[in-house]
């Protein structure tokens, strides 16, 4: 085994970051490296590292993520559920839409003349046989292409309305009920992205296939070909080939598949004593389409436990269920992992890291003082996030700036790129914030800076001579 390849590999995956990020990570990874290492050689040596089991499940999950699934996707999108709701609430109190609801609404009603609801299922009548006549590789005019784009992006904004809403009713300072409700949030972001990401192909003209891993994917056929053929000639490997196997035959939802995983883990015994690879492969076992049967047995009493909350129930001693994967948010930790029968308190690092993508979360989490007191995590967002709104408010408030756990706050502040206001940033161009050593090491990296910020820190350091 190779400790550097190992070693190599590990310092890339960032748990961090969502499934089909670390999914491109991995296969370009393994591209980049063909020539040096023995691609089995290198998972063996991850599989025996000492690395956090964690960093072991995220990479699993990334081998096994399902990428763009435009029949899955084509068929949850199709119901409209989230707009049909939006527009009963347009005809019946409009008065209480918020700006973005009323702009997606609008947007209807100017590019379709969208009248009443009986119009809007016309509508979706003529968008559910587009989809059925894209999907047997013929020719759709280009009328009823455009309007199923349009009816698919104002979905996702609806969708994205409703996540809003949601962000807003959750308490910043109970971070358990955070931790529990950041899944369905991340689950329902990720659903309302997979929408955009089928409109814009619709809209491109592009082919509409069916789903695929997205490690196959990134990697290209030939070169994932002759990866899985090193990967299959290592005994050591040989359960994690078959799975991958079985994978790429079932192709299960991964929200799903880590749900289903959360289930087996607590029948086959945690990490301590069972490796995640266990997990995922008895999960796969146990999937069919359209639904997954789990035979529990005499632990059936310690899954019942399990899915409190859960929209899935026990039938005698055996669980069963469909792919729907909004009913897996209970089975999923905060970090987007399985979750475990005797759940930890909640990391506010794992809940802000899960919350980066969504504004409205992530400003009510540094609300917390469990969070802007944890040194270096506010840091953390601001190197991070390119969110100007969540950015102003860290800029905007003494409690995210001051202390000794956010003493690199300033400093990353007047580095960002973003465009924080130029009134807030002038205050931490002093000493009393970033020390004269850091504001000339500042004005050293100028071109990596915003200009007028750039401008400032110098201007600062001609006067102090």
């Not at 209480?96 to 009603?109: D, F, H, I, P, Q």
């Not at 609801?117 to 587009?130: E, K, N, P």
């Not at 003494?398 to 790129?417: H, K, M, Q």
Request: proline fraction near 5%; aromatic fraction near 8%; include cysteine.
């Amino acid at each position: 085994m190779n400790a550097e390849a190992t070693s190599s590999l590990l310092r890339m995956l960032r748990p961090e970051e969502d499934f089909e990020v670390g999914a491109k990570y991995l296969s370009s990874f393994f591209r980049r490296t063909e020539e040096h290492w023995d691609a089995g050689e290198v998972l063996e040596g991850l599989f025996a590292s000492d690395a956090s089991p964690k960093i072991i499940e995220y990479a699993l999950f990334c081998f096994f993520h399902v990428g763009r699934a435009d029949m899955d996707t084509a068929a949850s999108v199709i119901r409209m559920r989230r707009l049909r709701i939006l527009l009963l609430r347009a005809l019946r109190a409009p008065y209480l839409l918020s700006e973005r609801e009323v702009a997606v609404v609008g947007r209807l009603r100017a590019e379709v003349g969208l009248r009443d609801m009986a119009h809007f299922h016309q509508l979706c009548g003529g968008a559910s046989a587009a989809i059925n006549t894209l999907f047997t590789r013929q020719q759709v005019h280009p009328q009823y292409s455009q309007l199923l784009a349009l009816l698919i992006e104002c979905e996702a904004d609806a969708l994205i309305q409703r996540l809003d809403y949601v962000s807003d009713k959750i308490d910043p300072y109970d971070l358990k009920a955070m931790s529990k409700i950041l899944p369905l949030v991340t689950i329902y972001e990720e659903r309302a992205r997979s929408y955009k990401l089928l409109a814009a192909a619709i809209k491109n003209g592009e082919e509409i296939g069916k789903s695929i891993l997205s490690f196959e994917y990134f990697m290209k056929e030939d070169d994932f070909k002759k990866w899985l053929k090193l990967i299959g000639k290592k005994d050591n490997l040989r359960q994690f080939h078959d799975a991958l196997e079985n994978q790429r035959d079932k192709k299960i939802p991964t929200r799903a598949l880590v749900g289903i995983s959360s289930i087996t883990r607590c029948l086959l015994g945690d990490i301590r004593s069972c490796p995640p690879l266990e997990w995922i492969s008895h999960a796969l076992e146990w999937c069919e389409k359209p639904r997954f049967f789990i035979e529990c047995a005499n632990k059936a009493q310690l899954v019942e436990e399990l899915l409190t909350g859960s929209t899935i129930r026990m039938t005698g001693t055996s669980v069963q269920g469909d792919y729907q994967q909004e009913a897996f948010a209970s089975l999923t930790g905060p970090d987007m992992l399985t979750a475990p029968l005797n759940r930890p308190d909640p990391d506010p690092y794992d809940l802000i890291c899960r919350a980066m993508n969504n504004d409205s979360t992530l400003m009510r989490l540094l609300d917390n003082p469990k969070v802007y007191g944890r040194p270096g995590l506010v840091e953390y967002v601001v190197r991070t996030s390119r969110s100007a709104q969540v950015l102003t408010k860290i800029a905007s408030t003494r409690e995210l700036y001051t202390g000794a756990a956010n003493a690199g706050v300033p400093a990353a502040l007047l580095r960002s790129p973003c465009a924080i206001p130029m009134s807030l940033l002038r205050g931490f161009v002093s000493p009393k914030y970033v020390s004269l050593p850091e504001l000339r090491e500042i004005a050293k990296h100028g071109p990596a800076m915003r200009r007028e910020v750039l401008g400032e820190v110098e201007s600062y350091l001609k006067r102090r001579g």
